[in-house]
């Protein structure tokens, strides 16, 4: 009789208390037998339970009550803090939030007999409780009582569905019945009348790991399924692929399955491999597998293992049990199988819960506590040169099962005859699920000459079947993985490092002192714990101290409080020079003048060197579109504290393209250098484009000598034009231009986009076509021409009659082509009116 109970530390786990977590994918850390539940409000643990089950605990308790009378009944549970009951598989009181002791109630009709229940519980902090209790036909209303409850009964779940059930209570022969439906008797080979054992619930059977086998033929069948047995392996030493059951005979196949050991550890196989768990030797173990629609479910002790997705029909192509071997016939089991039942449909987790209190481990409680502890021991000669100096150990240690306890260090420091000079105790650290790590700093005598180290187990009267680990214990002098050289500084962020300065000093923590002892110049502390904002800052701190500053200097510069609980200790003028490292910084970057469109262009870059080396490096221009190098150049500075450290570079560019043009200026530095991210420099510059002559003409397609036209230039310009003028000769036929013989003549505006002026063609002009050569040039001076030929021809002029010419009268160098004077010099007036 009673309530199977399970224990779960919550410490770490997060969950939302408006309802239960999850619990069937975990380890319980605690399993006993309760009577009743009829905890009121407290602080401590339960009866056999150590103090993490205090407070952040939770609970499972499951069983069957017994049900006096048939008709309505109401079932309570007063919690602190969240609860829920499940009768016969349904919810029925829900009691969840974190609250003080609190009464939530459910009804409903039960018949006479034993009913499913189970109450899962959770804790957070302060006092905990739990009541069940019950009210029915000629039941008051009462807690229910202990000789109501009942671990388990003989009646399996869904037992419709219960195709087969092979209990192994036949005691002897050569067969086994199965009580299921599918009626599918086990026939047995290699075994004898020893084979048949007594079990803790009833009988099994044992199979000697040479040749016993039962098998069963049974009808074909492909579908959901539940595979649920108890096994118990005499060793872990088992033959790879030694199975406790199998389905059909042909290994590898996708289409069966077998319940395995391999690297000692329970296995589900087909030709995948997925892992139960470690083996236990000679402990029951429960074993269930779940084939749903093509989701497969692994539990091992009631604990959901593993979850896969496999395809329809992998697994599940029945056409014969074994049990006792592979489906190879090749690896035989050492052990006992008890309980193998089968059902055609996916059990759920409740269900499976219900399976794993079949048989209950009822281990002897850990006689050993508070009498004697186990430890682990090793010994570590010191080096001469780290004597007297302080050290670090850490180990690292976890727990498995149903244990509890805790570990810690000792180390003691002894001469070399072995007297003993110093001891050193860490605290106890609680071993939990996950590794935990327990740390001592600790200070042996100077004169030690040897460790002697050990890890001290203290274990709890409360621990029934589970394991220790310890590992990785680490040893380490506190000290950089580097030397110190004169002028080396050091920060801390530890909250008291620095209340003490004094060499020898024993603390639980690092100290600035341990620094100082290992050879530093100059470090800062803290004696309380600080502010973030109050501790310097290591980017301003490091970086002002190398750039020549001193220690008190960067200190102040580094820190937005003054004093705010820190301590330095040093020189405070101790002011290093590195002349190791240069640190070029690219300050300003600028192009000077006018940046014309293929046209060599000038950018004037401002450099300075702020380290303490000479600088070897590169000075390059690129374009950010592209990448494209316009200019590299060799580039040296002197030490940051000579003159020329901080100079002016001009750069010749020629822009590979009009418009906007982003660039980036970097130093690229040739030997090592402080500080990279000051190398960049970006830079934007807009390159000028040349006028676009779109069109250049003349007024008149034909000239006579003597006479004029108006030529005509239109262009256009992204910036504006600034002036235009006009070249021009006269080509006789097959004639070539010759770039000695224009003739020039400067252009007016006549609008933003039309330039003009006049072209005169000399009377003596010798006949032929006009050619002519337009010169535009923008507001930023660069010029763009063109070359037009035929623009026009020079003709002879039609004849003209101006009359008779008088010797001696008019003058004698008329050219033939005006009229004569009206009035001569001498002489009478040629007309008269």
Known sequence: QGIYGEYFDNDGVSFSTASMPTLIDRQPDRIQIEANLDHGSSNNAYSGLDDRFKVNWGARFSGLVDVPHAGTWTFFINSDDGSELWLNGDSLV????????????????????????????????????????????????AVIPASAFYVTGNVAPQPNRLVHHWAFEDGNGTEALDTGTGGANLTLSGTDNNSWRSCPDGGCLWFDGTNDIARAEVEDYAGNLTVSQWVWANTTAQTTYASTLAVNDQAGSNGSFQHMISNNQWRLHNNQTKPFGDVVSQRWTHLVTVFDDGEVRQYMDGVLVNDDTYPNGTYTNIELYKLGVNRAGSAYFEGMIDEVM????????????????????????????????????????????????????????????????????????????????????????????????????????????????????????????GSFFIDSVVLRPIRPHMEWVNGSIADTAVSTGARSFEWGTSYGQ?????????????????????????????????????????????????????????????????????????????????????????????????????????????????????????????????PGDEIGSRTSVNVSIIPPNSGYLDLRVRYVNATPERNYANNLRSLSVEVNAPPVINDVYCSATSLARG??????????????????????????????IDESNWSSAFMGEASSSRWETTLVVPADAPLGSVTVRANVTDVHNITASTTTENVTLVVDAPPTWFGPHASGVDPAGWNNASFVPNKPAVGLYRHLS
């Not at 050879?519 to 750039?547: N, R």
């Open 94 to 141: 829900t009691n969840y939030g974190s609250h003080g002791m609190r009464e939530r109630s459910g009804q409903v009709n039960l018949t006479e007999g034993l009913h499913e229940f189970r109450i899962e519980f959770f804790q957070g902090n302060g006092p905990h409780g739990l009541k069940f209790l019950w009210e029915g036909p000629n039941t008051s209303k």
């Open 342 to 465: 089968v059902w055609d449909v996916a059990l759920e987790d409740d269900e499976i819960v219900r399976l794993r209190r079949t048989i209950v481990d009822n281990c002897t409680l850990y006689s050993g506590a508070g009498t004697d502890v186990a430890t682990l021991e090793t010994s570590y000669s010191i080096p001469s040169e780290l004597s007297g100096h302080a050290w670090n150990i850490h180990v690292h240690g976890k727990r498995e099962g149903e244990v509890n306890g805790a570990f810690a260090l000792v180390v003691q420091g002894t001469d070399g005859s072995g007297t003993v000079l110093t001891t050193n105790t860490s605290n106890d650290r609680t071993f939990t699920t996950s590794w935990a790590t327990e740390t001592m700093r600790m200070r042996p005598d100077a004169n030690a000459t040897e460790f002697n180290i050990r890890i001290v187990l203290d274990i709890e009267a409360t621990a029934t079947v």
């Open 510 to 638: 690092s100290l600035v002192a341990d620094l100082l002892e290992d050879g530093v110049s100059g470090v800062k502390g803290y004696v309380y714990e600080p502010y973030l904002t109050a501790v310097g800052l290591p980017s301003t701190f490091l970086p002002t101290y190398a750039s020549g500053y001193n220690l008190a200097e960067s200190h102040a510069a580094a820190n937005l409080y003054t004093s705010w609980m820190g301590v330095v200790v040093g020189d405070p003028k101790m002011a290093p020079y590195t002349d190791v490292l240069h640190d070029v910084n690219v300050v300003a970057a600028r192009s000077v003048g006018g940046v014309n469109l293929g046209e060599p262009a000038t950018v004037e870059v401002l450099l300075e060197n702020l380290g303490m080396a000479r600088s070897n490096g590169t000075l390059e221009i690129r374009t950010v579109l592209g990448n494209s190098l316009l200019n590299a150049g060799y580039v040296a500075l002197p």
């Open 707 to 736: 006479g004029y036209t108006i030529c005509s230039v239109e262009a256009s310009d992204d910036t504006g034009i600034a002036g235009a003028t006009l070249e021009w000769q006269i080509l006789a036929e097959n004639q070539t």
